[in-house]
């Protein structure tokens, strides 16, 4: 089997398609946090040196399918969204990790304590005062474990996350090679049609002259130049086709519109057997990242109820603190306060936890139908497609140049009737365009049954 190797800046999602290629027991959250801080580092340098080009030269010119990809993979703002998002996971990681659940709180007071003219009294002739103050300092901490709690749904979320981009970068990878697919078969499908069209020019000029002389009807002239302007009409059409598939493929590379583009290469054919659709929907949905991001959506969901649960229990809040009392007496003591938790019990937050839940585990089987349907469409087109192609012999093809070649030597040459020559170019230029038609369904075809079945695309 071939392997994409696609050489992006951002290198951590290959590495991770290592990791977990076939079951998503080989990717599990311990091995997530082992991987966190090394795919983060990955993240930032990638981020750092991306500048997303609009002219950038590597982009420009005769490529190839490969290079193609990694401009459309380093343009893309979808794609540096998110991995963007990974860079978020990581703030909430941060925040996850605090060691207390809030700040310690320091206060001061101070007060002046005077005795009143009313209580003097003979036992008690001078007034006393004092001053009253106190320097007290406050902090809360986790007793419920609501610390571990927060980490584990971070790495859940951060396991779903890293699948997501996996996702948005197979799917940026299909659209770049269908895009290069439509963009060469437009270039592929004027040129032929060009040919056609100054056949037909000449052939009308040749025609005219001779119905000015009286060699052949009148009408036969008409027929040439109704033939050239209908023929004029489809090269309008393939020019408007070939401009808007380059239009969407250098606006994917980020380059110039203008830019000058050619395709080198071809998509290889598939080395797979299409014919056990069974076989490769199980293959997709242990390796397609929307099954295994779904999954750890649902191990996510699971961690914020626990955690919810977990947040029941109050956390106590320890204070410490020294004083001057009303009797001008230094003391030290502490204080124990926990908060308790009738009228406020997340419950719920943690009913509407449990429905989120249902909600992912819903998503999860909707994303397992979809592969299983994409693979089954993916695999009886692919199937029918190269059925069809097999009906245009590569013998029968360079048939059909000889005789084009041949019907225009005649048609110049005076030595075929124009009307039976052009019913006959007709036929024979409706089977190419036919061909053309076929070959582009049939290289689209094998792009989606990889993407469908989560196969690496084999470039490069």
Do not use: W
Not at 366 to 381: G, L, R
């Amino acid at each position: 089997m071939l392997v994409l190797k696609v050489r992006v800046k951002i290198s951590y999602i290959h590495i991770i398609n290592r990791i977990s290629a076939h079951s998503i027991s080989m990717f599990s959250l311990k091995q997530m946090k082992k991987y966190f801080l090394f795919f983060l580092v990955f993240t930032s340098i990638g981020m750092a040196s991306e500048d997303f080009p609009h002219n950038n030269p590597k982009c420009s010119g005769k490529l190839k399918l490969q290079s193609i990809v990694e401009c459309v993979l380093e343009h893309s703002p979808i794609y540096k969204k998110s991995k963007l998002e990974l860079k978020a996971i990581q703030g909430k990681k941060i925040a996850a990790g605090y060691l207390f659940p809030s700040n310690p709180v320091l206060s001061v007071s101070h007060a002046y304590r005077r005795q009143t003219a009313a209580d003097q009294t003979l036992l008690n002739p001078v007034l006393q005062s004092s001053i009253n103050g106190e320097l007290m300092l406050t902090q809360e901490i986790y007793i419920g474990g609501q610390r571990r709690g927060m980490l584990d749904v971070v790495d859940a979320e951060f396991a779903a996350q890293v699948r997501r981009v996996t996702v948005m970068e197979r799917e940026l990878i299909s659209q770049a090679l269908k895009s290069s697919l439509l963009f060469k078969d437009s270039i592929e499908k004027y040129k032929l049609i060009l040919d056609l069209y100054s056949l037909s020019q000449d052939l009308y000029k040749i025609t005219k002259g001779r119905a000015d002389k009286g060699l052949v009807a009148s009408i036969d002239a008409d027929i040439a130049k109704s033939e050239s302007i209908k023929i004029y009409r489809l090269l309008q059409i393939a020019e408007r086709e070939k401009q808007i598939n380059k239009a969407n493929l250098t606006i994917m590379m980020g380059v110039k519109y203008n830019s000058p583009l050619a395709i080198q290469d071809a998509l290889p054919k598939l080395s797979i057997d299409t014919k056990d659709a069974d076989s490769l929907i199980e293959l997709g949905l242990q390796i397609r990242g929307e099954v295994i991001g779904a999954e750890y959506d649902i191990i996510a969901a699971e961690k914020r109820i626990q955690l919810l649960r977990k947040e029941r229990i109050p956390n106590l809040s320890f204070s410490g603190y020294v004083q001057r009392d009303g009797f001008n007496e230094n003391v030290i003591g502490a204080k124990l306060a926990m908060p308790l938790k009738f009228f406020r019990d997340n419950s719920g937050e943690i009913l509407e936890g449990i429905a989120k839940k249902e909600q992912k585990l819903a998503d999860q089987i909707e994303s397992k139908h979809n592969v299983m349907f994409e693979v089954i469409q993916a695999t009886t087109n692919y199937n029918s497609l190269k059925i069809e192609l097999e009906n245009y012999s590569p013998e029968l093809m360079g048939r059909i140049n000889e005789d084009l070649h041949s019907i225009r030597k005649a048609i110049l040459s005076g030595q075929m009737n124009i009307r039976d020559a052009l019913l006959t170019q007709q036929s024979l230029i409706s089977l190419k365009l036919s061909y053309i038609q076929s070959k582009l369904e049939y290289y689209l075809s094998i792009v989606e049954v990889l993407r469908a079945s989560g196969l690496p695309f084999p470039i490069g």
